[in-house]
């Protein structure tokens, strides 16, 4: 399973397992990290995820290449004097931060 276009790190994952040999094909692709976990959860496949999105009780497989480091990134605009801003943009910027 990978992310749709125009996910940054599907060219890489792709290209690490062409350069190892490894056959592969994409039986499910998505815009939804939730959409990605189910179809992993359902067994249609394996798929690269940030050990922080790895859910409780999926498997890893073994034998699979290294795979690059990703560039993680949020752009978002300034914050006006006196506003608490976006819960949820805050809440992104937060996990994106302790990822590093």
């Known amino acids: 399973m ?4 125009p996910c940054r790190w599907r060219t890489p994952v792709l290209d690490a397992l062409e350069a190892n040999g490894r056959k592969w094909r994409v039986v499910f692709d998505s815009t939804s990290l ?3 976990q189910a179809a992993v959860r359902a067994g249609l496949g394996a798929a690269a995820l940030l050990p922080a999105c790895v859910e409780p009780g999926t498997a890893a497989y073994g034998g699979l290449p290294e795979l690059p ?3 993680l990134g949020l752009i978002r605009r300034p914050r006006r004097a006196g506003t608490e801003g ?8 937060d996990v994106l931060r302790r990822l590093v």
Do not use: H, N
């Open 2 to 5: 990978l992310f749709s276009p």
């Open 34 to 36: 939730a959409a990605v």
């Open 69 to 71: 480091d990703v560039e």
């Open 86 to 93: 976006d819960p949820l943009i805050d809440a992104v910027e």
